[in-house]
């Protein structure tokens, strides 16, 4: 009997799960979707209780059942999932209420301000490695505390999605480093622990979890998660982390000069970092394994606006795709800004807007999905060159070997143009399965089955930049530099007038 190891992810839009052997061979994997609630302007939850219990263990079971035909022993699991997230539950780990989702969810603004405020934004960026913005996971924890009394009375624990599923499956209340670097300013990154003075005063006596490592055992399955999952009791659970950065160690990103860029609903950077200097347009959190870290940004919206325009159109994105590809470059004068649900990196702006520029009467569809793709590429772009300035201004930018991963490198097209508009090669791997792929390199590494350094990635192809697009381009992307401080304005005007019935009656 061939051991293998499990990896599964929880993402955005679907929960894949991948059985690998020790050579990264995948043997056999299970892909279920599911989508997110947007109960109100500026919130994004998910069902925990459907999604990451119910839907997780019926994939997992799926899995199972392949594995126990082919007769493969499960050596561990690793989980990872959409982050950060937050999720309040009771003592018998029953959710209170709806997950509240990462940096796409801009709830918490009044708390942002008022912690800012309190603790000074120097201080949590110099503590935390972070300024609070959406993406921060404690935040949102003071909003349920400030507008949730009845349901803050009776939390017992909280949780991202991976701990979620872990203390379901082992009993275990736990997070891991990277997860809790995230709930700033719950956290100290240069202490590598809870910010207890700064916890207590925000979430009071609401147990903090212990703290783990992703690259960690941190339990096993206890019988009741065996008999949920179809997995043998006894099998070591890893400790969990952050979707984006297992499918950073998915694809070798892993060491200086290394970054990630991940194609997915949102799009993700991610670049390992010696501990060190802050930047205000870039997360600092904690790595997978003691004593790492990384620096990240992530955009608020990219593949999700391919899916509101396939919607909005009701013409699949694989037609709307195929039909941009054969626009010129620049769609025929019209530019987007994709900050249809605010922007985080590098304006860290909730309020921001989507924003088209140029419209005529002969844009169609197939204009607008040019014009997606080429504003979150000039999106990348904008980001990148903040990756560039970590070093301090009199430091060379890195020759970063720039990574592809997510279920965004199925567009050729859209891989293409991110080269062209950002001047950057990017490598391709052989396999971009993503989050589940890295899990499994946890455990693997974990349980002994491979070395710690092991790396299973393999580069298909490398994407070059085309050269005569370079000045057009160029042109193009300050017009778009320029086009959000131009709006910005525009925008608070337009959202304090009044709407609806009351502009009837003005």
Known sequence: MNDVVIGLDIGTSSTKAVAVDSAGVVCARVTSAHDVVLP????VEQDAEAIWWHGACATLRELSAQLSVARQHVAALAVSGLGPCVLVCDESMRPLHDAILYGI?????????????????????SRGGSRLTSQAAGAKLLWLRDNEPELWSRAAGFYSA?????????????????????????????????AADWAESLIGDLPLPRLVWSSEICGTLHDAGASATGLPAGTPILGGTIDAWAEAHSVGVRGAGDLLLMYGSTMFLIAPAQPGARHPGLWRTAGLRPGSETLAAGMATSGLLTTWLSDLTSTPIQDLAARAAE???????????????????????????????????????????????EGTAFSVRHVLNEFDRTGGPDTPPPDWRITIAGGGT????????????????????????????????????????IDGETDWTKIAEVIEPRSELAAGYERRFATYLALYPATRGLLDETAAQPQGESLARV
């Open 40 to 43: 109100a302007p500026g919130r």
């Open 162 to 194: 991976s701990s979620f599923l872990i203390g379901r499956l082992t009993g275990e209340y736990i997070l891991d480093h990277h997860s809790a670097s995230q709930f700033n300013p719950l956290y100290d990154l240069e202490a590598a622990g809870w």
């Open 410 to 449: 199925k567009s050729r097209p859209w891989m293409q143009l991110v080269s062209d508009i950002t001047g950057r090669s990017q490598q391709v791997p052989e396999e971009t399965i993503g989050a589940s792929y890295g899990d499994a390199q946890l455990a693997a590494a974990a349980t002994g089955m």
């Open 327 to 373: 626009i010129e470059p620049g769609a025929e004068g019209l530019l987007l800004l994709p900050y249809f649900s605010g922007e985080r990196s590098p304006l860290f702006d909730p309020g921001a807007r989507g924003v088209a520029l140029g419209l005529h009467l002969g844009h169609g569809p197939a204009h607008l999905m040019r014009a997606i793709y």
């Open 105 to 125: 969810d801009t709830r918490a603004t009044v708390q942002i301000e008022r912690l800012n405020q309190a603790l000074g934004e120097d201080t949590i960026l």
